[in-house]
C-alpha cells in the first residue's frame, strides 16, 4: 500500500520520534515484543508502538482496497456544475482511495474549500480536470489542545489525520500520486473533465463525471437476479423461502341441506413449487360414476393426489375420484341405499 513508509520523517512532522522503522516492502505483520527482566531491562520504545499500529493499518487498508476498489458507490465527490462563476458543487457521499475511506456529510463547493486557487475563465476553450487529493496530517496539541495529557500536562503523543482537497488542473491532466517536497504522500484520482469556454459559468453540460464507480453489492453480484451461489442457499434463493401465497375465495353453498353456510376454493403456493388446491364439485346425482370436475386454475404440469368427501349428505352416499389430470379429475357417487340423492363435495388436491 501506498504513503506507508514514514521514513524519511516527513518534514512538517514536530514531534519527537526516535524513528519509523515500518516499511511495507519488508513484509513485516506483526511485532513480537521481549520480556524485561532486572538482568536485562527492556524498554518499550515509541517506534515499536507505531510499528504494531502501521502494520496493523497496512493489512486492514490492502484488505479492504481489495474488496472494494478505488471510486465512489453512490454520489460521493460527483462534481456537478450550477451555472455558477468559476465554481461546481461536490455532492455529499462515500469515495474511497487505496484503501482509504472518505464520508462528506453534506454537499460543498470548490470555493467552499479553504486554501484553493479561484479558478480562472479561460479566454479559449480547455478542458480542465477536477481531481481529489487525500494526504495524512499530524495533529499536535498546538493544534487541538486536548491531545495533551491533563494529569502530566504534557504531549505524549500525536494524532494523524486523513486530509483531503478536490483541486482542478487548468488544461491540464491529473497529476500521479506519490511524495510532495515535505516527504507527505499524496493520494490522487480524477473526478471530472470540466469543457470550459470563454465564460466563468461552468454548467451541468460541461461537467463529465469521471470518477470509478464501485458498489461492493450491487445487482450484478447480490440480489434479485444476479443468479450467483453466493445469494443461494443450496441452490434455493431467498424468494423460494417467502411465506405461502395462498388466494382463494368464499362461495354461497349449493346444498339444500345446509342453507346459509358457505364453502371456500383457493390454492396455496409452496416454497418449491408445489401446489395446494382446494374446492367444492356440483350436485353429483347417485350412482354417478363419471362427473368431471374442473380445477379453477389448472395445475401449471401435473396432480398427483386428489381426494373428495360429502360435505353435507344425510343418506351416507361413498363418493370415490379417479381419472385425474393437471385440469381436473371425475368423481363418483355410489350411492348407499334408500334417500340416495345429489351429494356436494369438498376437495383437496396437490400438484405442481
Request: net charge negative; with cysteine; aromatic share 10%.
Amino acid at each position: 500500500m501506498a504513503g506507508e513508509k514514514l521514513t524519511p520523517k516527513p518534514t512538517a512532522f514536530t514531534g519527537d520520534y526516535s524513528r519509523f522503522s515500518f516499511d511495507p516492502a519488508q513484509k513485516y505483520v506483526m511485532l513480537l515484543k521481549e520480556k524485561s527482566s532486572l538482568a536485562r531491562p527492556v524498554p518499550l520504545l515509541d517506534d515499536e508502538l507505531n510499528f504494531m499500529q502501521q502494520a496493523l493499518l497496512s493489512q486492514l487498508r490492502a484488505s479492504f482496497a481489495s474488496i472494494t476498489g478505488d471510486g465512489s458507490p453512490d454520489n460521493g465527490f460527483q462534481i456537478v456544475g450550477t451555472g455558477a462563476n468559476n465554481d461546481f458543487t461536490i455532492k455529499a457521499g462515500t469515495f474511497r482511495i487505496d484503501g482509504w475511506q472518505l464520508v462528506l456529510d453534506a454537499d460543498t463547493t470548490y470555493i467552499g474549500q479553504s486554501g484553493e486557487p479561484v479558478l480562472n475563465a479561460p479566454s479559449v476553450p480547455r478542458p480542465d480536470e477536477v481531481y481529489l487529493e487525500v494526504w495524512t496530517v499530524e495533529v499536535n496539541s498546538v493544534a487541538v489542545p486536548g491531545i495533551k495529557d491533563p494529569t502530566l500536562n504534557i504531549q505524549t503523543s500525536t494524532r494523524l489525520q486523513l486530509n483531503w482537497m478536490v483541486k482542478v488542473a487548468e488544461g491540464l491532466v491529473t497529476p500521479a500520486s506519490g511524495l510532495d517536497g515535505n516527504n507527505v504522500y499524496r493520494w490522487r484520482c480524477k473526478l471530472a473533465t470540466i469543457d470550459r469556454t470563454a465564460t466563468a459559468a461552468i454548467s451541468a453540460a460541461k461537467v463529465t463525471d469521471a470518477r470509478p464507480k464501485n458498489k461492493v453489492w450491487h445487482s450484478g453480484n447480490d440480489g434479485d437476479g444476479s443468479a450467483l451461489d453466493a445469494d443461494t442457499l443450496d441452490g434455493k434463493h431467498y424468494t423460494d423461502l417467502l411465506p405461502v401465497v395462498v388466494t382463494g375465495s368464499i362461495i354461497a353453498s349449493a346444498n339444500s341441506y345446509a342453507v346459509g353456510e358457505t364453502l371456500s376454493t383457493g390454492k396455496a403456493t409452496l416454497p418449491g413449487g408445489v401446489i395446494l388446491q382446494w374446492g367444492v364439485t356440483p350436485n353429483i346425482p347417485a350412482y354417478t360414476l363419471s362427473e368431471p370436475v374442473t380445477f379453477d386454475p389448472p395445475f401449471p404440469s401435473q396432480c398427483f393426489f386428489v381426494t373428495a368427501s360429502p360435505y353435507y349428505d344425510t343418506s351416507g352416499d361413498m363418493v370415490s375420484t379417479h381419472s385425474v389430470t393437471k385440469t381436473g379429475f371425475k368423481c363418483a357417487n355410489r350411492g348407499n341405499g334408500p334417500g340416495d340423492g345429489l351429494t356436494i363435495c369438498r376437495y383437496f388436491a396437490i400438484g405442481y
